[in-house]
């Protein structure tokens, strides 16, 4: 998957999750039962820092909300949401590093410590079968285990889903089955299915503007949706629903223009360039070994010389 398209999926999930009522209804629907009773989620506010490093941008986004508990007590709810096509085994060792980060700021603002409710969203193609807790990445006697931290996540697997079983208001359903499908070879099919749904949201106050951020997604996040398809549910929305849905004109000029970056990555690649020659052994990593092959990149990343990149590619 091409950096441009990564971006797209930092920035619907941040554009949608950002909002209070879309986020709070997450939450509800899919913490378990009895943390939701812990927590008063009217009080849910975003905070503005990102935790996720530099390199692994194209992998994860995140999200820190504050909320209150029905004590009145401080918690944070950390959303880190997974966009790569696999599951991550090191990823419990990733929410560790940036729950600490939360917490040291916490001690630099000369704060209490506040518990955090750490939440993976996981979108890939196959479903997640790692396991959540931290101490699962040692083998260890009993003995030694005491000394090991521990902690869990909390998973929301979208691809291990019936979408019959996506819950919420609407809005966060198309979002949710978005998600889900963006990846999918079915994503035709999904779109489809979920007109019902675009035409009730359509029908909303702010549901033309968020289904005018939907289609930019649609369009510029996967290239398994056809444009035909777009533009027949675009205008089945517009007729059941009685609206005028968004030009898909422009749309089509900004999908023009991510394809055009896709192409000067393989320029890129044709050419021989560092940045070029870098992307293809990412993806051929990928392909060809999954996890384990990419946890070589860092290291291949401090490699300069143009030759011997091109070897290793």
């Not at 209150?68 to 949401?81: E, I, N």
């Not at 419990?92 to 040291?104: E, F, H, T």
């Amino acid at each position: 998957m091409s950096e441009p398209a990564l971006n797209v999926h930092d920035r619907f999930f941040k554009q949608v999750f950002a909002e209070q009522a879309v986020a709070a209804d997450f939450l509800r629907n899919y913490l378990p039962a009895e943390v939701v009773g812990l927590l008063d989620l009217t009080s849910l506010e975003l905070a503005k820092e990102s935790f996720v490093d530099a390199e692994l941008r194209a992998q994860f986004s995140d999200l820190l909300y504050l909320v209150k508990r029905t004590d009145g007590q401080p918690a944070f709810v950390y959303v880190l949401f997974e966009h790569k096509s696999y599951a991550d085994p090191l990823t419990s060792l990733q929410l560790l590093r940036y729950m600490g980060q939360i917490w040291d700021l916490g001690v630099r603002q000369k704060s209490r410590f506040v518990p955090i409710i750490p939440i993976v969203v996981y979108h890939g193609r196959a479903p997640w079968r790692l396991p959540r807790n931290f101490s699962a990445l040692f083998d260890l006697p009993p003995p030694l285990a005491e000394f090991c931290p521990d902690f869990r996540y909390w998973l929301v697997d979208l691809s291990a889903m019936e979408d019959a079983d996506i819950k919420g208001m609407v809005l966060s359903r198309v979002v949710l089955l978005t998600l889900k499908h963006i990846l999918q070879d079915d994503l035709d099919l999904a779109l489809r299915s979920m007109v019902p749904l675009l035409v009730e949201l359509a029908a909303q106050s702010t549901g033309l503007q968020f289904l005018e951020t939907l289609l930019r997604y649609l369009s510029q996040g996967t290239d398994r949706l056809g444009e035909t398809t777009l533009q027949e549910v675009t205008d089945e929305i517009a007729t059941q629903g009685g609206v005028t849905m968004p030009t898909l004109a422009e749309i089509w000029t900004e999908r023009g223009y991510q394809r055009g970056l896709q192409q000067g990555l393989q320029q890129g690649l044709h050419e021989g360039t560092q940045q070029g020659v870098l992307a293809g052994i990412e993806v051929a990593l990928d392909l060809k070994f999954g996890t384990e092959g990419l946890r070589l990149l860092p290291e291949i990343r401090k490699i300069e010389d143009l030759d011997v990149l091109s070897a290793v590619l």
